[in-house]
Nanobody, 122 residues
Framework: QLQASGGGQVQAGGSLRLSCAASGFTFNDYAVAWFRQAPGKEREGVVCIRSGVKGSRYYSDSMKGRFTISIDTAKNAVYLDMNSLKPEDTAIYYC????????????????WGNGTLVTVSS
């Protein structure tokens, strides 16, 4: 089970940290990512990391330098640090996980968490 939390309302330029608690999983070979879906828009990838690979994969250049994904395998937790937030970052954010085919991609993730709503006001 993936349980996301940490969403809320923030003013433009502010920061938030989202957390994703992953219970019942063992993080050996893995790929984890954050996706988001803004009102009236299609779901899109935010950022992804995978075991054994340095660095993160960003699905959009607009998030580079502002969003950072990290994982604490001891706590089975994944985080998304978001800085310099913009109104267009308003969305429901989801954490996703794959332990069977652990590579970053757009579709085909095995596990989806619940969403957490981030609202950025101007």
């Amino acid at each position: 089970q993936l349980q996301a939390s940490g969403g809320g309302q923030v003013q433009a330029g502010g920061s938030l940290r989202l957390s994703c608690a992953a219970s019942g999983f063992t993080f050996n070979d893995y790929a984890v990512a954050w996706f988001r879906q803004a009102p009236g828009k299609e779901r899109e990838g935010v950022v992804c990391i995978r075991s054994g690979v340095k660095g993160s994969r960003y699905y959009s250049d607009s998030m580079k330098g502002r969003f950072t994904i990290s994982i604490d395998t001891a706590k089975n937790a994944v985080y998304l640090d978001m800085n310099s937030l913009k109104p267009e970052d308003t969305a429901i954010y989801y954490c996703v996980l794959d332990l069977i085919t652990p590579y970053c991609r757009v579709q085909g993730w095995d596990y989806w968490g619940n969403g957490t709503l981030v609202t950025v006001s101007s």
